[in-house]
């Protein structure tokens, strides 16, 4: 049986937190979720994920403090960054620390479901061969 | 000390001695003539300055001799040596110019007291005149002096003037950029917050359109008019964000002739629309943010598609043409932009890069205001002309090279 690529929300508005679940879910992939860094960090220990969508600005750790951790615990999880902001220094800082890409809000879904796709097939198969992220 | 130097005209070799001898033994310089024309010779030669005539001389009198004499040294005393000591002698030699006489037969203790006396009284006409002279050359200069503060205080106050008027000007502009500052700030915090909302609307919609892909055509003709309105609000606010934005530009060498292509690529002409673009090969590459000037130019092509084909004049041409000039300049790069449209009128062009001006229906009035900021952070200007009902022209002036700014 072929196993539903897994994605990590991380987002500290309800609206997003609610209806990315439901449009990825309908696409297939197996969603959860965390309304801050330090949830996220938690899951992340319990579970690899392939892929995580992080919003950039949240309250308590931002998004690119989460990755970076994230990304200590789980270097094969691909991680997208998302942000609302224009909070330049943090996408550049998230890029150099091999992000996979950044996002701005309101979301193109088609493109995110084809990143967290497309990159997905691919990268399932080397991530499990090499057990390393390739760079953005 | 200075050296008196005297001179004794006297055909009286005796006298001559006589007076010669007092005058050395009390430091004076002393010469000698016997006659009238051997005086006038020796005065040339020396500038005496004193000189002791006898009344009678061989070849003229001694009075004649007075005015040869001060002729040529206007500030010789002349002592007169006479044998009659009458008052009418007195009188007329002090009239001729005479300082004061002697007589003969000599009175030793006369002479040298008058003749120091009528020295002493020189020494003080020249130390006057020298005085006077001083005090004239002071003063000329106190007036010169006096004369250049005068101008000096002059320009003072009209740089003063010149520099408070700047000052002010300065003050303005920061007030008005502070203002602008605060305003963009608070556009550009409402803009992210917007864009949150946005981003929810956005995938509500989504969500809806992916579910109900088989109801009816109303309802999903009304979505995707939402998906649409989302995709506009989104527009509108990332022109407020690029309007109040600080990012430094980050610049480097480009091609204008890419940048135009670029742009044209993203920004393709409406049907009746036709592009013109005149580049010429040997325009060198500018030194600017591509991405900044990349939109700029995107809003100037959109803005001028718009003049050509906007539907909301009955006297708007359908369609024209779009031409793009590309000149270069000293150190710089013009790029033009012109179209065939509605033109812009006096009073409008007045505002155009005004921040919130806009004719359009649709529009925050950014655009322009946000390529006028983006142009000049990357060391350049921008100009419009334009005339109502023939069209706009948009020139950007763009730097070639880094330049200390």
């Given at each position: 049986m072929k196993k539903r690529v897994s994605i990590l929300i991380v987002d500290d508005d309800p609206g997003m937190t609610e209806t990315m679940p439901d449009i990825l879910g309908d696409m297939g992939y197996d969603v959860a979720v965390a309304e801050d860094g330090f949830k996220a960090i938690k899951m992340i220990k319990e579970r690899a994920y392939d892929v995580a969508l992080m919003?950039?600005?949240?309250?308590?750790?931002n998004g690119v403090e989460t990755f970076k951790e994230g990304k200590g615990i789980s270097p094969s999880t691909k991680v997208i960054m998302i942000t609302a902001h224009s909070v330049e220094d943090l996408v550049k800082e998230a890029l150099r620390n091999n992000a996979y890409t950044c996002l701005q809000k309101p979301l193109d879904m088609d493109k995110v479901a084809a990143l967290v796709g497309d990159k997905q097939r691919k990268e399932i198969s080397r991530g499990r061969r090499e057990g390393t992220l390739e760079k953005a | 000390m200075v050296e008196t130097k005297l001179l004794i005209v006297d055909d009286d070799p005796g006298i001559c001695e006589t007076l010669s001898d007092i005058f050395q033994e009390s430091g004076h310089s002393v010469a000698i003539a016997s006659r009238g024309r051997e005086a006038i010779n020796k005065a040339k030669q020396t500038a005496f300055n004193a000189a002791l005539i006898d009344i009678k001389l061989p070849d003229m009198e001694g009075v004649e001799l007075i005015p040869l004499l001060k002729e040529i040294h206007p500030d010789m005393e002349v002592i007169m040596i006479t044998a009659y000591a009458s008052l009418e002698t007195a009188i007329r030699a002090l009239n001729d110019g005479v300082s004061a006489y002697i007589t003969k037969p000599l009175n030793m203790d006369e002479v040298l007291p008058t003749v120091e006396k009528t020295l002493g009284r020189q020494r003080l006409i020249t130390e006057n005149r020298r005085l006077l002279k001083e005090a004239q050359v002071e003063l000329a200069e106190r007036k010169r002096a006096e004369e250049k503060l005068r101008e000096y205080s002059e320009q003072l106050e009209e740089k003063v003037e010149q520099r408070s008027e700047e000052l002010k000007d300065t003050h303005e502009q920061l007030v008005r950029k502070e203002k602008l500052a605060v305003l963009g700030q608070l556009a550009g915090e409402v803009g992210h917050e917007l864009r949150n909302t946005l981003g929810v609307i956005s995938n509500a919609i989504y969500y809806l359109q992916t579910t109900l892909s088989d109801a009816d055509e109303t309802i999903r003709e009304y979505l995707d008019m939402i998906s649409s309105e989302v995709r506009n609000s989104e527009k509108i606010i990332s022109n407020l964000l690029d309007f109040s934005r600080t990012r430094p530009a980050e610049r480097e060498e480009i091609e204008v002739g890419e940048l135009i292509a670029q742009v044209l690529e993203k920004r393709p002409p409406p049907k009746n629309v036709k592009i013109s673009t005149k580049i010429p090969s040997d325009v060198p590459p500018v030194f600017v943010d591509s991405q900044e000037i990349g939109q700029v130019l995107f809003n100037l092509v959109t803005n001028a598609y718009q003049a050509m084909i906007?539907?909301?004049?009955?006297?708007?041409?359908e369609g024209g043409e779009l031409i793009v000039r590309v000149q270069a300049e000293k150190d710089k790069v013009s790029l033009s932009i012109t179209d065939t449209g509605c033109g812009i009128s006096k009073e409008d062009m007045k505002k155009?890069?005004?921040?919130?001006?806009?004719?359009?229906?649709?529009?925050?009035?950014?655009g322009l205001a946000v390529s006028k900021n983006l142009v000049e952070v990357n060391g350049g200007s921008i100009e419009a002309e334009s005339k109502e009902g023939e069209g706009s022209t948009f020139t950007v002036i763009l730097p070639t090279k880094e330049v200390q700014s």
């Open positions: 919003d950039i600005k949240m309250p308590g750790i | 906007s539907s909301s004049s009955v006297e708007t041409p155009v890069f005004e921040p919130l001006f806009t004719t359009k229906a649709r529009g925050i009035g950014l």
